[in-house]
């Protein structure tokens, strides 16, 4: 009897292993596959709001069509900045998304939309994301980078728009400190 019964717990045992062996490979390649699919949006958004922009300033009447991908390219930062996943480096990728889109809404260059206003909001939406250090900051690079060319535009917006040169040198000796 107590043989049969301790061969039973031992089988038992290894049922539930194995099983709990197969759902741990499962639940692995789904995450892998999710991690690969997550890569791929990630590649459209930097496509939309850098190529397709670009190609976009380029083409004449295309103000509207401009004007809808800034509305799809804010909507899909905020989702990805505010995903429980958003680490530190994808936080700054989200960030620089909004500097971009500062950018082609009125902050700098020729075919820009000419909303200064939205442009200044899409930088005060990246000084969110790269505000405050997070506890990798050492280590991530993009962060740095991230924060280091927002203060740049801030510099750049600051002297455009709120007091000249001597409201855009701390911004832009804060943006050379960081970049180097």
């Not at 692995?28 to 999710?34: H, K, T």
């Not at 002297?159 to 400190?177: I, S, T, Y």
Request: proline letters at 4%; charged letters at 25%; aromatic letters at 8%.
């Amino acid at each position: 009897r107590f043989s049969a019964a301790a061969a039973a717990a031992i089988l038992g045992l290894a049922a539930t292993a194995t099983v709990s062996t197969l759902l741990y490979f499962r639940a692995e390649a789904e995450r892998r596959e999710a991690d690969r699919r997550f890569g791929q949006a990630r590649g459209m958004a930097h496509y939309m709001l850098f190529d397709l922009f670009d190609g976009l300033t380029r083409t004449p009447g295309t103000i509207p069509l401009r004007r809808e991908l800034v509305d799809t390219s804010q909507r899909y930062l905020r989702d990805l900045a505010a995903s429980p996943r958003a680490s530190t480096e994808l936080k700054a990728e989200a960030a620089m998304g909004y500097v971009r889109l500062a950018g082609v809404l009125g902050l700098y260059g020729a075919g820009n939309l000419g909303e200064r206003e939205e442009a200044h909001r899409m930088l005060v939406e990246a000084d969110r994301l790269v505000g405050a250090p997070p506890a990798d900051a050492d280590r991530s690079g993009a962060w740095q980078h991230a924060r280091g060319r927002l203060r740049f535009y801030q510099g750049f917006e600051a002297l455009a728009q709120r007091g000249g040169p001597r409201a855009a040198a701390p911004l832009l000796n804060e943006a050379v400190a960081i970049l180097r």
